[in-house]
């Protein structure tokens, strides 16, 4: 049996590949990320500075970018490019991470609430209403300021006020999947609830789960970004964030070092822009409402 | 009859469901709304029988169904199945009821899951059952219900099949645990009609063979004349009539039942032309007419039928009318 | 009087797998005053037909071939303005399979159909509510109910909805596509009933289409029975099936469960329809006939008049 279920996922991988390569925002922020996922992986064979903190030529700080630093140096010396290539590390590992998370978070809720209905569903979507209407950078403030900022941190405070939007598709997947009679007819043989969930539910939303976490990731990039901007992230580990922290308490912008603002400025963007691309074309893959039949 | 000839036995069974009203509605009116979906259902099925239970859309017949097979619960009455009840099981016993009775669904495009392989949709029962030999028992399965090469089958999707072979994989699916007992719920009315008459001959040879009983739900008297050895008419969740099937089709006794067959169009175009011979819709629901409930639509109406509920009551041997002209 | 002639109509759906002949060769005629039943299973072709004949075909679908008259017009050449003004609706009307699901929810009835007729005719509103009455009495809907919504009516009251909507503008012909399908069984009779009532009183022609062989018999006074995207059998109604001698149209018949026969053993035809991106060569219902010889697999079957109007496409007949 394991041969045919190979060939059974190879023949949905490729149908699947096939959809994608259709949309062309969606070829365009593939190649965004696969570009940025190399130069952070192998950051350490692109680049020939070291990047421990402590090692900046304080002769050369400041220095516009040049033949030997190619986007200029930081405020202690270090190369900028090297500080963009291991900061991408932090950023997009938080940004899975958090997203990831985030997504299990929501998806859990959503199942629940949407599958047992009754009284678990309704305190599962008030907490979920609560959590929607505070404003999301102030609850990430203070969630920070009381926690600490270390990297798990980070990703608890994002995880834990991103996961409503996934929880709501989820849970309105979950509720039209519900009546559908293969599902009571999985009832009808005996199958428990876990099962029903797990074996049914489950396959049938997770192409839904899975758009909506590509879209978290470049959400999630954007968050640590700010929280890492206003002092609230990692101290000892750089990210883009924090490198325009950095530049802000030099203070970068008054004295017109652009170098030092605008290249991790236009990391984040162009990384959450790719996210956001792929993420919109599993969209129109999976999403049973807006794909055109 | 013995007992022990009855597989399952209802005993005036109900399914209310109460009709949602906003707050200020519910604050001024004092009485609950409910849709009686099923009000008070009682016959038997018995060991190898086909019954057939025939209505318009929203008698009950469907929900009846269902809560044989307690995929709902029933707001009153009792449902016995080979001498147990089948309301108050315990998880266990509940799970161990299911092995023996199944469900057909009427859309064969809605109830396989569409990302299930029909391997793993057939093989599911066994193993939330924990039955091993697996892919011998599919296969089997698969043959006994006409898909032939089985292996053929094994990884193809509910969608490269057509709706013959869907509802071929939903029977294959029903029939894998080997049950006593079968819902089939509409189970070819979504078929095209060249199709029809080959399931239908499925579903009656695996009763000869394996003794299967089946509660044949269905709104065609055709088919069901064919299929059954008794049939109940069902009106607004109650069984109006319940004979042998030759018997109700060629004397029936309830005005309502004469009007279900004079409107059934016949294949032959030198045949008497479908009739209508009562007036009037169904009811709504919520606002079952008082008495007779068919009282309001009926070309034989009395007094008396406006003011006290018929008893379904055997006027015949095993025919059973519930009216106060019959 | 020859009121529509289609002849030798040929039409393919475009899509990724390749071309499905959809309909191929099919040709009818409809005499004023007949009710033309068209049957077959679902994928024969028989919708297909009707879209071509209204030039209603989705935009992968293209006539190839074949002739359509209405009434000395020709249908395929004409400007799709005017087939718009002067023809679809207002002498050729269709009830399209589901229609009464597909009403407007958020506008009332009347509307709706008075909508239709100002499309198609220079009316004054109230001129036109006026006739939504008269049609509402015609099908034998409250006149009162006119300005209600759609889910205010009952499943039987918006199928009458949608054939006064389909009568709005008198037309010659009516096309029904399934009408009766999605009804319980006595509002089915009614709508059956109505149908043959319109037929006397206005003198309407029409073609039913649908898989229900009985409803056919029921209303129709001529049919054509569709396989495959060809026309295998067609002639009078009596005629055909009492006689019938396509081995489809047998298959098909003998198996057909009556309320009034008395209880048979069916011998389904086996097998399934074909595909339609390849048909079979020659006869394309062959593979399932049992009485195929070999030409049936190499010729396609020429239409033949059996006398009276009974004309069949197949080989056995031929000889």
């Known amino acids: ?293 | 009859m013995s007992l022990e000839n009855k597989l399952v036995i209802i005993d005036d069974l109900k399914k209310y469901y109460p009709v949602r009203i906003g707050l200020l509605q519910s604050l001024l009116s004092k009485e609950r709304q409910y849709v009686k979906a099923v009000d008070g259902v009682s016959f038997h099925i018995k060991s190898g029988e086909i019954y057939g239970l025939a209505g318009e859309s929203g008698c009950g017949k469907t929900t009846t169904g269902k809560l044989i097979l307690r995929l709902i619960d029933p707001t009153e009455g009792s449902v016995n199945f080979k001498g147990r009840d089948v309301i108050n099981l315990r998880k266990s016993e509940l799970k161990e009821f299911r092995r023996r009775a199944q469900i057909i669904y009427q859309d064969p495009y809605e109830s396989l899951d569409p990302r299930m392989t029909i391997f793993d949709f057939v093989a599911e029962p066994l193993i939330v059952h924990k039955i091993g030999d697996i892919e011998k028992q599919v296969e089997g399965a698969l043959e006994r219900a006409e898909l032939t090469p089985a292996r053929e089958y094994f990884d193809r999707f509910p969608h490269e099949l057509s709706g013959g072979q869907r509802q071929r994989t939903a029977i294959a699916r029903a029939m894998i645990l080997n049950p006593e007992f079968i819902v089939a719920d509409e189970p070819v009315s979504m078929l095209d009609v060249s199709i029809r008459t080959s399931i239908l001959n499925l579903m009656m040879r695996l009763r000869d063979d394996l003794g299967i009983s089946y509660l044949y739900i269905t709104h065609d008297l055709a088919t069901a004349k064919h299929m059954c050895d008794r049939i109940g008419i069902m009106y607004l969740g109650k069984l109006v009539e319940e004979a042998n099937v030759d018997e109700l089709i060629d004397e029936p006794l309830h005005p309502y039942t004469q009007a279900l067959i004079a409107a059934v169009p016949d294949p032959d175009p030198t045949a008497e032309k479908s009739k209508v011979i009562i007036k009037g819709e169904i009811p709504n629901p919520t606002n079952i007419p008082s008495g007779c409930r068919f009282h309001t639509r009926c070309p034989q109406m009395k007094e008396e039928c406006t003011q006290e509920e018929p008893t379904l009551r055997e006027i015949r041997d095993g025919h059973r009318v519930a009216c106060h002209i019959c | 009087m020859t009121l529509l002639n289609i002849e030798n109509l040929t039409t393919h759906y475009e899509t990724r797998g390749g071309s499905v002949k959809a309909v191929d060769d099919v040709s009818l005629t409809l005499e004023k005053g007949d009710a033309l039943g068209l049957a077959g299973e679902s994928g024969c072709g028989k919708t297909t037909t009707m879209l071509s004949l209204m030039r209603l075909l989705p935009s992968n679908g293209k006539i190839i071939g074949g002739k359509i008259e209405f009434d000395g017009i020709d249908l395929i050449s004409i400007e799709e303005e005017e087939l718009r003004q002067s023809i679809r609706w207002k002498r050729m009307s269709m009830v399209f399979q589901g229609a009464m699901n597909a009403l407007n929810p958020v506008v009332n009835v009347r509307d709706q159909i008075t909508q239709a007729i100002r499309n198609h005719e220079d009316v004054k509103k109230e001129a036109a509510w006026e006739r939504v009455g008269e049609l509402f009495q015609l099908v034998g809907i409250d006149p009162k109910r006119a300005v209600d919504y759609p889910h205010e009516f009952s499943g039987g009251m918006k199928q009458r909805a949608i054939i006064a909507m389909a009568l709005a503008c008198n037309p010659d012909i009516i096309i029904a596509d399934e009408p009766v399908t999605a009804l319980d069984v006595i509002v089915q009779a009614q709508i059956l009933e109505l149908t043959r009532e319109l037929r006397e009183r206005l003198s309407l022609s029409m073609i039913l289409i649908t898989h229900d062989l009985s409803v056919i018999a029921d209303t129709c006074t001529k049919v054509a029975i569709m396989y495959a995207g060809k026309i295998v059998e067609q002639g009078d109604i009596i005629e055909i099936f009492k006689n019938p001698e396509h081995p489809y149209s047998q298959g098909l018949l003998t198996n057909y469960p009556s309320i009034k026969t008395k209880r048979m053993t069916f011998t389904p035809i086996s097998g399934r329809p074909p595909d339609l991106i390849n048909p079979p060569p020659g006869c394309r219902f062959h593979p399932r006939c049992s009485y195929a010889t070999e030409i049936c697999s190499q010729e396609v079957p020429v239409t033949i008049d059996l006398g009276g109007g009974h004309y069949i496409a197949c080989h056995l007949k031929t000889n």
């Open chain 1, 1 to 293: 049996m394991s041969s045919s279920r190979l060939t059974i996922f190879r023949r949905r991988l490729t149908k699947f590949v096939g959809q994608f390569l259709e949309s062309k925002l969606g070829i365009f922020g593939v190649l965004i990320l696969i570009i940025f996922l190399f130069t952070s992986i192998f950051a350490n064979y692109l680049s020939d500075y070291p990047t421990k903190a402590t090692q900046g030529n304080l002769k050369d700080r400041f220095s516009p970018p040049n033949n030997k630093y190619l986007l200029g140096t930081d405020d202690v010396g270090r190369d900028i490019l090297t500080l963009l290539m291991y900061g991408g590390r932090i950023s997009l590992l938080i940004g899975f991470l958090a997203a990831f998370t985030s997504g299990g978070i929501g998806t859990i809720i959503g199942l629940t609430a949407g599958y047992f209905g009754g009284w678990k569903e309704d305190v599962l979507m008030r907490i979920t209403d609560i959590v929607l209407v505070i404003p999301r950078l102030p609850l990430m403030l203070v969630l920070s300021a009381i926690l600490g900022t270390s990297f798990w941190n980070i990703i608890f405070v994002i995880s834990v006020t991103t996961w409503t939007g996934t929880a709501r598709i989820v849970r309105a997947q979950v509720l039209s999947l519900k009546e559908r009679a293969f599902i009571e007819s999985s009832k009808a043989i005996g199958a428990s609830d876990l099962r029903i969930i797990g074996v049914h539910l489950l396959p049938n939303v997770f192409p839904l789960i899975l758009a909506q976490m590509v879209l978290g990731i470049g959400g999630a990039i954007l968050q640590e970004s700010s929280l890492s901007f206003l002092g609230l992230g990692d101290p000892l580990s750089i990210s883009w964030g924090m490198i325009l922290h950095w530049a802000f308490s030099a203070g970068a912008l008054s004295s017109n070092y652009w170098w030092f603002i605008i290249p991790p400025g236009i990391c984040i963007t162009l990384v959450a822009l790719g996210f956001t691309f792929v993420g919109y074309a599993l969209d129109q893959i999976v999403n049973p409402r807006i794909r055109s039949r």
